[in-house]
């Protein structure tokens, strides 16, 4: 067995990703509809679409990490680590976990085929949402798929679900024979989740014995839930930094009394921390010569997970409390920023789970142990 490999990644952004950061932080604030508990869900926000297809014709946000020769931008995981963590700072609720971040990344290490490079052309032109169906229970045959899943993320929104039957991956069109969505509840008032169900659907292979690419596609979609939950722990930090400077008690800012200043000091130690590991996967993701394993990267991938949910978890809720009695109040949005962080905290894999992992592989001597 080798042991680990060193590698020296820059952690600070290069000078295109702090163009697209602009260029992205500009277009969310002027154009995306920030979502209120009155509104929060997509359908409302953008009911005709026309944000969503902006998304792919002025930014090429779905493309952004789709082959070149399937009319993508070849970009790798650092950059959508960027999109995701701003996307995060505004809570936002456009179905693009969804479509990029599982379907995206999972039809990417899938081998071309037709059906694959259609649905991935799909996604990347904007005309196609979709997602992965990961926990379900599925059982498939030559042409159909029986099954269930729930709290499939985006399901209410999707155009085509992925299904991975063992080693293989499947798809089914919504709207066909035996597939059924319904909307399920969740914390996150703001990201959609549904229940999966197909009773003799009619499924297309897209691929057998993937295995890997699964658990590959998997580790990336969790280092760019990282990233997001990292962008939610940055907005609420600011969000608390901004009131404690304008709030007064006894005619001072309550940002100049100690136990506050210790509070945000802690809160912004946590942030940095979820962005450093979350920035380290991604370039990690993205590193050659040689190129890392699939266990180095489910192992960063867990590491980033792990500290980003205790971070976003944390920093949100203090920003609730800095805030006082208003920030508990349901028209305050600090609610909207607490749910999504605990809800994405337990979403592919909760922090002590990953944590688990990582010291499992330690204990046994494996360096490049699954995180």
């Not at 163009?19 to 953008?46: I, M, N």
């Amino acid at each position: 067995m080798t042991g680990p490999v060193e590698r020296r990644l820059p952690l600070r952004l290069s000078s295109d990703e702090l163009e697209l950061q602009q260029v992205l932080r500009g277009f969310l604030s002027s154009v995306v509809p920030p979502p209120t508990p009155e509104a929060a869900s997509w359908a409302t926000l953008d009911p005709e679409g026309k944000v969503w297809q902006r998304m792919a014709d002025e930014l090429g946000l779905q493309s952004l990490a789709v082959p070149e020769d399937l009319e993508g931008q070849g970009f790798g995981m650092t950059e959508l680590a960027t999109v995701f963590l701003e996307l995060g700072r505004v809570t936002c609720a456009a179905p693009l976990f969804g479509s990029v971040a599982l379907a995206g990344r999972l039809l990417t290490h899938l081998p071309a085929g037709d059906d694959r490079d259609r649905v991935l052309s799909g996604i990347a032109d904007g005309s196609l949402k979709a997602t992965v169906a990961l926990e379900g229970d599925f059982t498939a045959d030559a042409s159909t798929v029986n099954g269930r899943a729930s709290a499939v993320v985006d399901a209410p929104y999707a155009d085509v679900v992925l299904v991975p039957v063992g080693a293989d991956v499947l798809y089914v069109e919504v709207g066909a024979d035996g597939v059924e969505i319904h909307a399920q509840d969740g914390l996150d008032l703001a990201r959609a989740l549904g229940v999966v169900t197909l009773e003799n659907a009619a499924a297309t292979v897209l691929a057998r014995n993937c295995a890997d690419a699964v658990a590959r596609s998997t580790a990336e979609a969790t280092l760019l839930l990282a990233a997001e939950l990292t962008g939610v722990a940055q907005a609420a930090l600011h969000e608390a930094v901004a009131y404690s400077k304008i709030r007064s008690q006894f005619d001072r800012p309550i940002g100049s009394f100690q136990s506050l200043k210790h509070r945000m000091a802690d809160m912004l130690v946590a942030t940095e921390g979820a962005w450093s590991t979350s920035r380290h996967a991604a370039l990690l993701c993205d590193a050659e010569d040689p190129a890392p394993s699939l266990e180095e990267v489910e192992r960063a991938a867990g590491i980033a997970k792990a500290a980003a949910s205790t971070a976003a978890t944390f920093v949100t809720g203090e920003n609730i409390q800095i805030h006082g009695g208003m920030g508990f109040t349901w028209e305050h949005p600090a609610h909207l920023r607490f749910r999504r962080a605990r809800s994405a905290a337990v979403l592919l894999g909760s922090p002590s789970q990953h944590r688990a992992r990582v010291a499992a592989a330690l204990t046994s001597g494996d360096t490049h142990g699954r995180a």
